[in-house]
């Protein structure tokens, strides 16, 4: 019998809720942004530039919130566009007030993170990295 406190996608489901739920307020209430609209930042910020298609490829949101994010971030200020070298596509970058606001938030974000996995030893939340990379491949295959 199926129960679903031990199925693991309900399970994995409401880890995630908590954890973004998490997130999302400190954002929010501090910077006025989205969860989507922070993980198109934090994208474009590590690749230095990216086509909307590389957001979606990255972050696993579908086109449609990618499109809207990134229209809010232009909107702010925070992202530009730019013809890429093959003139077809557009590339996004960072403004300058868009890589200060990554500038100020990135250690946020690492400090939640350190919080979420204070109850975890050094090799735990090195299993644990280890572990959730090992289910994503499987659930590619």
Not at 13 to 36: C, E, H, M, T
Not at 67 to 87: K, P, W, Y
Not at 97 to 123: D, M, N, R, T, W
Request: aromatic share 4%; proline share 3%; hydrophobic share 50%.
């Amino acid at each position: 019998m199926l129960r679903l406190r031990q199925f693991l996608p309900y399970r994995l489901s409401l880890a995630s809720n908590a954890v973004s739920d998490r997130v999302a307020n400190v954002y929010q209430a501090r910077f006025g942004l989205k969860i989507p609209e922070w993980r198109v930042i934090a994208v474009v910020a590590e690749q230095a530039s990216a086509t909307q298609a590389a957001l979606v490829a990255a972050t696993q949101m579908d086109k449609m919130t990618i499109s809207r994010a990134v229209a809010a971030l232009v909107e702010r200020g925070l992202l530009a566009r730019a013809r890429a070298s093959d003139r077809r596509t557009l590339e996004l970058a960072l403004t300058a007030e868009g890589e200060a606001l990554y500038a100020e938030i990135a250690p946020l974000a690492l400090g939640i993170e350190a919080e979420l996995l204070e109850g975890f030893s050094p090799a735990e939340r090195t299993q644990l990295m280890a572990l959730l990379q090992r289910l994503e491949a499987c659930a590619i295959s």
